[in-house]
């Protein structure tokens, strides 16, 4: 019958970007000026981002998307197959591919805040994998959406790879991994992937690369705010900062202010100085006793890691 098949669903949570306004302003107006980095996901940002992703420079979706593909068995043995799948933050849904054959999972929920880009690229999942329910929600997953009704009551298991958890300071990782751990429950179990602290050329060549893609990243989130508050950002006004800060064992992104500049934010005035700059983003590497004190922190424990030989990357599961 047909009530039994697997399906296909969207669900758009609403203007996800609804009181960014209030938390936008705040944000250009404090100390230091900031605009959250999950601004930069509009289309063209998403696909600046999978265009990062392939850059000599940026080897952590590479280096990770190995690691998944040489230990999808093993990595289903330590998870157990059969789960609800969940997926913060999956973009183009390419990872989770990976891992579906040797997971078996009785549903996948992604979830991003890029509504058009997620819809095209879970529908095409769907019908790449026929058996696999799929419920794709646009939601601002920084703060973990409650889960839609009718999902399977199987146990859960959230994905949440490519070192997404790295935007979040470590306290608020703490928080998020915290809440994790309460949203999949005493049978949940969580897979992440985490960028690993190194030497410090390589992270900032990583976050500088050649061909300029993590700048124009980086500038078109003013674009995305000319739109989302009516601003008048002039994305030539500004320069693209990346580097590694090593006490703090973190890429620092910012946008950096080529002259003494106003500019109209949702009817308000933002005044920079020559130099002053915007943090567009921190992405948090961890070692591993830092990341096992995290975990610990949250609530949760290690039940395996694997990582490439280089030591560059590591994917933990972790379980309550
Ligand atoms: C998506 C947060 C993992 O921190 O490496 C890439 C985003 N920013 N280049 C990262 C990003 C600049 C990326 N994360």
């Given at each position: 019958p047909q009530h039994l098949q697997?399906?296909?669903?969207?669900?758009?949570?609403?203007?996800?970007?609804?009181?960014?306004?209030?938390?936008?302003l705040a944000g250009l107006q404090g100390k230091p000026r900031r605009i959250n980095p999950k601004y930069f996901y509009d289309e063209r940002g998403s696909q600046l981002f999978e265009q990062i992703t392939q850059q000599p420079e940026y080897y952590p979706t590479r280096t990770e998307h190995a690691i998944l593909q040489n230990h999808a068995h093993d990595i289903a043995?330590?998870?157990?197959?059969?789960?609800?799948?969940?997926?913060?933050?999956?973009?183009n849904c390419e990872k989770v591919r990976l891992l579906l054959e040797a997971l078996q999972p009785v549903a996948y929920v992604p979830v991003d805040i890029s509504g058009d880009f997620l819809c095209?690229?879970?529908?095409?999942?769907?019908?790449?994998?026929p058996w696999l329910g799929i419920t794709a929600l646009r939601a601002d997953f920084t703060h973990l959406p409650s889960l839609p009704d009718g999902l399977p009551a199987a146990p859960r298991c959230l994905f949440y790879p490519g070192s997404t958890l790295g935007n979040f300071t470590r306290p608020e990782?703490?928080?998020?991994?915290?809440?994790?751990?309460?949203?999949?429950?005493?049978?949940?179990?969580?897979?992440?992937?985490?960028?690993?602290h190194k030497d410090h050329r390589q992270l900032d060549a990583a976050y500088n690369d050649a061909a300029g893609v993590t700048a124009a990243f980086n500038l078109n989130v003013l674009s995305h705010l000319n739109q989302l508050l009516e601003a008048d950002f002039d994305p030539a006004g500004f320069r693209h900062l990346a580097g590694y800060h090593r006490g703090y064992r973190r890429i620092e992104m910012y946008l950096q202010s080529r002259y003494v500049q106003r500019v109209r934010c949702a009817g308000e005035i933002v005044r920079l100085r020559r130099g002053e700059r915007i943090l567009t983003e921190y992405s948090c590497k961890y070692t591993h006793g830092g990341f096992e004190r995290l975990a610990r922190d949250a609530g949760l424990r290690i039940s395996g890691c694997w990582q490439d030989s280089d030591g560059l990357f590591a994917v933990f599961a972790l379980a309550p």
């Open positions: 697997p399906a296909f669903h969207y669900i758009d949570s609403g203007p996800v970007i609804q009181d960014s306004t209030t938390e936008l043995q330590v998870l157990g197959t059969g789960r609800v799948l969940l997926e913060p933050g999956a973009g095209q690229a879970a529908a095409r999942l769907a019908d790449e994998y990782a703490r928080a998020f991994l915290h809440h994790a751990a309460r949203l999949v429950g005493a049978n949940g179990r969580l897979l992440l992937g985490v960028d690993l």
